[in-house]
T-cell receptor, first 109, second 112 residues
């Protein structure tokens, strides 16, 4: 079945860039999403990219999509303490959205 | 403001009791979903509904039941048949089945 993989942890120094990676198996995915979850809260849609795009930039966020390698990444520029959260990669399947297990981003002072 | 409301935020029950989690949305979305989140396991789909009076099982439906009598409401019942009910439960909605999901703030259920 469809699968979405991402590393579980990432530590980054405040002010540096964070890059969170994701790989997926479903080549027919139309939309690919990044969600953010803060402690004790639900998921917040951060950004998304359509499958016919290679890159999307939105302020400090840059999404890169490599369809050939089925690889999606989220870059957060100038990482701040408020960026500390779990980041979920998700891909649109035929009838549902498939989520990765989430990457916990830890900010070092 | 439009959004999804889950209540209560924390819920405690004794083993063997059924419990119902509430989810209400005023976004006029057709589709609604229930996910379960356990540490290190990501989100797992329990049930989803694309339209009123219709719903489908997700990946882990055993021990759960739902109803969709109104567009705005999609309550989830955790029955005594669910072996490991303690978890964080997230409700979501979307305009359609191929649209981004909007999430509520979750209900943390603890069964002892």
């Amino acid at each position: 079945g469809e699968d979405v993989e991402q590393s579980l942890f990432l530590s980054v120094r405040e002010g540096d860039s964070s890059v969170i990676n994701c790989t997926y198996t479903d080549s027919s995915s139309t939309y690919l999403y990044w969600y953010k979850q803060e402690p004790g809260a639900g998921l917040q849609l951060l950004t998304y990219i359509f499958s016919n795009m290679d890159m999307k930039q939105d302020q400090r966020l840059t999404v890169l999509l490599n369809k050939k390698d089925k690889h999606l990444s989220l870059r957060i520029a100038d990482t701040q303490t408020g960026d500390s959260a779990i980041y979920f990669c998700a891909v649109q399947g035929d009838d549902k959205i498939i989520f990765g297990k989430g990457t916990r981003l830890h900010i070092l002072p | 403001d439009g959004g999804i409301t889950q209540s209560p935020k924390y819920l405690f029950r004794k083993e063997g009791q059924n419990v119902t989690l509430s989810c209400e949305q005023n976004l006029n979305h057709d589709a609604m979903y229930w996910y379960r989140q356990d540490p290190g396991q990501g989100l797992r789909l329990i049930y989803y509904s694309q339209i009123v009076n219709d719903f489908q099982k997700g990946d882990i439906a055993e021990g759960y039941s739902v109803s969709r009598e109104k567009k705005e409401s999609f309550p989830l019942t955790v029955t005594s048949a669910q072996k490991n009910p303690t978890a964080f439960y997230l409700c979501a909605s979307s305009p359609g089945i191929s649209s981004p999901l909007h999430f509520g703030n979750g209900t943390r259920l603890t069964v002892t």
